[in-house]
């Protein structure tokens, strides 16, 4: 498995964006589909955006159209741009990789290796 490492959360105010980060690292980085999720309190794990090895992207209708995800191979790093951030976006986001066997991914369950979550705060 790959592991992972979240950094870049924090509190904003609404509107405002944040730059969440994740290294990876144990495994060929290009291999893996790379995700990010978040989970609010209450409330279940959701998907939010994956980059595949192709370089195809997948977006929740939530954050379409303000979130990016982004991947640098050679830095094995993977990235979640987050701009017009909203209250409703607070949350655990967590980074998620699984090796990518060509499906399309976006269950939690299609994710084997979880980083440790960074918190994101919005405040109205």
């Known amino acids: 498995q790959v592991q992972l490492v979240e950094s870049g959360g924090g509190l904003v105010q609404a509107g405002g964006s944040l730059r969440l980060s994740c290294e990876a690292s144990?495994?060929?980085?290009?291999?893996?589909?790379m995700g990010w999720f978040r989970q609010a309190p209450g409330k279940e794990r959701e998907f939010v955006a994956r980059?595949?090895?192709?370089?195809?992207?997948k977006y929740a209708d939530s954050v379409k159209g303000r979130f990016t995800i982004s991947r640098d191979n050679a830095k094995s790093t993977v990235y979640l741009q987050m701009n017009s951030l909203k209250p409703e976006d607070t949350a655990v986001y967590y980074c998620?990789?699984?090796?990518?066997?060509?499906?399309?991914?976006?269950?939690?369950?299609?994710?084997?290796?979880w980083g440790q979550g960074t918190q994101v705060t919005v405040s109205s």
């Open positions: 998620a990789a699984r090796w990518d066997l060509g499906g399309d991914y976006y269950s939690v369950r299609d994710f084997a290796s």
């Open positions: 144990g495994r060929t980085f290009s291999d893996y589909v």
């Open positions: 980059s595949s090895r192709n370089g195809n992207t």
